[in-house]
């Protein structure tokens, strides 16, 4: 039976459906959470800029000892964005960022978006295959790029894209002289390239003229082009407007009750959607500094807390089981982080209870995806999630403002499920994405009567509260990162000794889960566990190449030749 699409509803199905039209979770909220925001009237870069008038002089980025105003920070975007226009870069152009967190990415991003162009953030992790592909799907016009990325990676990539000018910067940029000689920048150094154009360098030397460089952008503008795996195995880049990125970082702001005595903590990847939304966008519209350290280090991250007092932050749970197993962290001061928020892979209960016994700070958990521009869900701010007694998992929170939620049937979408039945979560509001790039199958095959298929399937109690049990798709979740098993078997099958290959994902207490891969080789030997890892290691990111190897004779198979992936996954699990 497909619901809406002209047919009347049973009256069973007219119950089901009133489990959700009614919205249990908002009794949840906060007394300062109102049901419903009003949506965007202005894009991301207009209220970049009434921040930028509103507190000029206060810092926007503490990056490791040193601090960029709001003010310096748009001149720099101003010049970036006059920069663009000199080279051609028009309203709807897509301009790449391949970097760390550094400040670079808000000024490529501030700046690309006074000319109304669409920000493209790559992962750094990628390798020459994967950043080949981005940068052509997308047709990124201009790169802004780390120069030990540039020289290690993107140099030998670009020729064959449509990019048209690269920008070089360095992590020691906007750092006092001698910052590479110590820390997690030691041994870093400058490199420079005929054929590419240094950023701040350039910068400096252009005029900024923000009158005419500046594009008028709407809401309904594209903002980012984020890309995510999914269910073709192939990268997809969904498209995220200023209204989509706009309303859900008013969501975190009104959520954890964001003001100006408020810093944010910058441990998430800007690169990735939660960076995008709970830290940068966040900041940006709030007019609070960022605190940033080019990559997560857990020595520097612990010194910075203690430094700058930051009182928000939004990461994996890695992050913070790395906090709490440092060395000398039960030392150390973390109580000005009192908005502290885990999301991109689930939270066992024993860790969040850990690591408030050991710093006195909640965790509280989260849920979104690049297709929702991060939260639909959150844990309400001073709350504690509860646990679900059927699979023991924590619950990701309750649905934000505007955000309609509901559990459908795994078999078949239009069906929805009861209360305390498992089913596909999906979603809809001004969060969820328009569409992918390009690939509108893709684009059609994501959303059932407007609401958007997450692929995770998920528990909502009586009283509104979610617990994600399971998982649809057969994607591995690697610290919040999304690992597409084919991608991994791929590259395994380029090795000359492998004749058969299947990979999943095991119970990983640090990481969430990691990847295993199940392999037969052509001659039954030859080849060892630790070469085949190496093999993987220098073809794939980092958090995607199998860190367990199992040698099989033969991979179980179904009749008609197809591997027993979920078989496999659960011995891996049973082992595990």
């Known amino acids: 039976m497909q619901l809406g699409k002209g047919n009347a509803k049973s009256e069973k199905e007219t119950n089901v459906s009133s489990v959700y039209e009614s919205k249990p979770w908002l009794g949840r909220y906060a007394d300062h959470v109102p049901r419903e925001l009003p949506l965007p009237e202005r894009s991301m870069i207009d209220l970049f800029e009434e921040s930028v008038e509103r507190i000029p002089e206060r810092d926007a980025v503490r990056y490791f000892d040193e601090s960029i105003s709001y003010g310096e920070l748009n001149d720099l975007a101003n010049r970036f964005a006059t920069l663009l226009a000199a080279r051609g870069v028009e309203k709807g152009d897509r301009v790449a960022i391949y970097t760390q967190n550094n400040p670079q990415f808000l000024v490529a991003q501030y700046g690309s978006w006074k000319r109304g162009a669409v920000v493209v953030p790559i992962n750094p992790m990628l390798k020459e295959k994967e950043l080949d592909y981005h940068l052509n799907d997308s047709g990124?016009?201009?790169?802004?790029?780390?120069?030990?990325?540039?020289?290690?990676?993107?140099?030998?990539?670009?020729?064959?894209t449509a990019?048209?000018?690269?920008?070089?910067t360095s992590e020691l940029d906007f750092l006092p002289d001698g910052a590479g000689e110590t820390g997690i920048l030691a041994g870093v150094e400058r490199r420079r390239f005929e054929e590419t154009d240094d950023l701040l360098e350039t910068l400096r030397e252009t005029e900024p003229d923000p009158a005419e460089a500046r594009a008028r952008v709407s809401p309904e503008d594209i903002a980012y082009i984020v890309y995510t795996s999914g269910t073709t195995g192939k990268p997809k880049g969904a498209i995220e407007t200023h209204s989509n990125v706009a309303f859900n970082a008013e969501?975190?702001?009104?959520?954890?009750?964001?003001?100006?005595?408020?810093?944010?903590?910058?441990?998430?990847?800007?690169?990735?959607?939660t960076g995008l939304i709970g830290h940068t966008a966040l900041a940006g519209i709030a007019g609070v500094p960022l605190i940033l350290f080019h990559r997560f280090d857990v020595e520097e991250a612990?010194?910075?807390?203690?430094?700058?007092?930051?009182?928000?932050?939004?990461?994996?749970?890695?992050?913070f089981i790395a906090l709490m197993n440092a060395p000398d962290s039960g030392g150390r001061d973390l109580s000005s982080l009192k908005k502290c928020y885990s999301g991109g892979a689930p939270i066992a209960p024993s860790i969040a209870e850990q690591f408030e016994e050991k710093f006195g700070i909640y965790i509280h958990n989260a849920y979104g995806l690049t297709e929702s521009n991060s939260p639909t869900h959150f844990v309400p701010l001073g709350g504690r999630a509860p646990v679900d007694e059927g699979s023991g998992a924590l619950s990701i929170g309750v649905p934000v403002p505007n955000c309609e939620a509901r559990l459908v049937s795994v078999e078949d979408p239009s069906e929805e499920v009861p209360a305390g039945e498992s089913g596909e979560f999906a979603a809809k509001g001004p969060m969820i994405f328009s569409s992918y790039w390009n690939k509108p199958e893709e684009t059609e095959d994501a959303f059932q009567d407007g609401y958007f298929l997450t692929g995770d399937v998920a528990v909502m109690d009586k009283d509104g509260w979610f617990y994600i049990v399971d998982r649809k798709k057969?994607?591995?979740?690697?610290?919040?990162?999304?690992?597409?098993?084919?991608?991994?078997?791929?590259?395994?099958?380029?090795?000359?000794?492998i004749k058969e290959a299947a990979v999943v994902g095991v119970p990983d207490d640090y990481r969430g889960e990691t990847v295993k891969a199940f392999v037969a080789l052509k001659d039954g030997d030859g080849v060892a566990a630790e070469d085949l890892v190496a093999y993987c290691k220098e073809r794939l990111a980092d958090y995607k190449y199998p860190r367990e190897i199992e040698f099989m004779d033969e991979l179980p198979k179904t009749a008609t030749g197809k591997f027993l992936r979920r078989e496999l996954r659960d011995q891996a699990r049973t082992e595990a």
């Open 251 to 273: 969501v975190y702001r009104t959520w954890m009750r964001i003001g100006d005595e408020d810093s944010i903590y910058g441990v998430a990847p800007l690169f990735h959607i």
């Open 302 to 319: 612990l010194r910075l807390i203690e430094k700058w007092r930051p009182t928000m932050t939004i990461g994996s749970i890695t992050v």
């Open 163 to 168: 990019v048209e000018h690269v920008f070089t």
């Open 474 to 497: 057969d994607m591995i979740n690697v610290s919040g990162y999304k690992v597409w098993p084919r991608e991994v078997e791929d590259t395994l099958y380029t090795h000359p000794q």
């Open 140 to 160: 990124a016009k201009m790169l802004v790029c780390l120069e030990s990325l540039y020289e290690t990676v993107a140099r030998a990539v670009v020729p064959g």
